[in-house]
């Protein structure tokens, strides 16, 4: 269990814990449906203040293999579902909050780098007995794993809008960053 490398649910338990939590887990029941397809990569936008990362604590709680989630959402919507534990903690799951590296950078390129180097360090760390063919290449990296491991990364990019908030003016900077989680995404 790591801070990006398959994150604990933690997060999600506390969501659970307060009082205005509303049960949005059968946007589980339709994740599931995607994940062997072509449809594969979602964005799930909403407007500000609408829960979209207590969503993403929740998604990231019901794939990672960091926890144990069963538990936590025997009481949600998503339990009722005959597919309920098929997909439960079984991927490696990457959770990004793109809010935390933007504010520890000082530009893009070095929030990418930043990114890619906080991953690297927990995926190597993780699968240190597999070889790898360029240990500073976060996509090859991964593609390395997925060969050994054969289960595709789960990837979680919470606060993805910041930097096109942040950077709204700077074309070239948004387009870095699109190129990135295009490449990030589909390693």
């Not at 538990?71 to 579902?81: G, M, P, Q, R, T």
């Amino acid at each position: 269990m790591g801070i990006y490398l398959n994150p604990s649910n933690d997060k999600f338990k506390e969501a659970l814990n307060s009082a205005i939590y509303m049960d949005k887990s059968e946007l589980i029941q339709y994740t599931n449906k995607m994940i062997h397809t072509t449809q594969k990569y979602l964005c799930i936008s909403r407007p500000r203040r609408f829960g979209k990362s207590i969503t993403a604590d929740m998604l990231a709680a019901y794939y990672s293999k960091g926890c144990d989630s069963k538990e936590i959402f025997s009481n949600l919507y998503i339990a009722k579902n005959s597919d309920f534990t098929q997909y439960m903690n079984k991927y490696d799951t990457i959770f990004l909050n793109m809010q935390e590296f933007l504010s520890q950078s000082e530009n893009i390129e070095e929030m990418i780098s930043f990114i890619q180097r906080s991953v690297l360090w927990e995926l190597l760390e993780e699968y240190s007995s597999y070889r790898y063919f360029d240990k500073k290449n976060l996509t090859r990296t991964m593609k390395d794993i997925y060969q050994n491991s054969h289960f595709p990364f789960v990837i979680i990019i919470d606060e993805w809008d910041c930097i096109f908030r942040e950077y709204k003016e700077e074309k070239k900077s948004t387009g870095t960053v699109s190129g990135f989680f295009k490449e990030f995404t589909k390693g």
